[in-house]
């Protein structure tokens, strides 16, 4: 089991930024590749971005590409998200999740890649 805690959401206005970050405990973190994703309201779950196991390889949706980053600190089990240049249609819950590694880090755009999820945690951005 891996159990995964998201930190770091909030109320921001357009424009602004935040850090999320996941906390992963249970089994070995460079076993797996990292996800985010989102959901708002009435929509479905939708991919942010990746990042494989090494930290080497990243993936983004082309919605985020350019304003978002994903990084990862193995030595603490954490991997991050720097949102930078929000704008109100990033709000939504947005969840981290762990796929076992194996394959290229743009398959992980799906979540049937994923074995754990997050709680999620809220991120609110106002116009």
């Known amino acids: 089991q891996v159990q995964l805690v998201e930190s770091g959401g909030g109320l921001v206005q357009a424009g602004g930024s935040l850090r999320l970050s996941c906390a992963a405990s249970?089994?070995?973190?460079?076993?797996?590749?990292m996800g985010w994703f989102r959901q708002a309201p009435g929509k479905e779950r939708e991919f942010v971005a990746a990042?494989?196991?090494?930290?080497?390889?990243?993936y983004y949706a082309d919605s985020v590409k350019g304003r978002f980053s994903i990084s990862r600190d193995n030595a603490k089990n954490t991997v991050y998200l720097q949102m930078n240049s929000l704008k109100p249609e990033d709000t939504a819950v947005y969840y981290c999740?762990?796929?076992?590694?194996?394959?290229?880090?743009?398959?992980?755009?799906?979540?049937?890649?994923?074995?754990?999820w997050g709680q999620g945690t809220q991120v609110t951005v106002s116009s």
């Open positions: 999740a762990a796929g076992r590694r194996g394959s290229q880090v743009s398959l992980y755009s799906s979540p049937h890649r994923y074995d754990y």
């Open positions: 990042i494989s196991w090494s930290g080497r390889s990243t």
């Open positions: 249970g089994r070995t973190f460079t076993n797996y590749n």
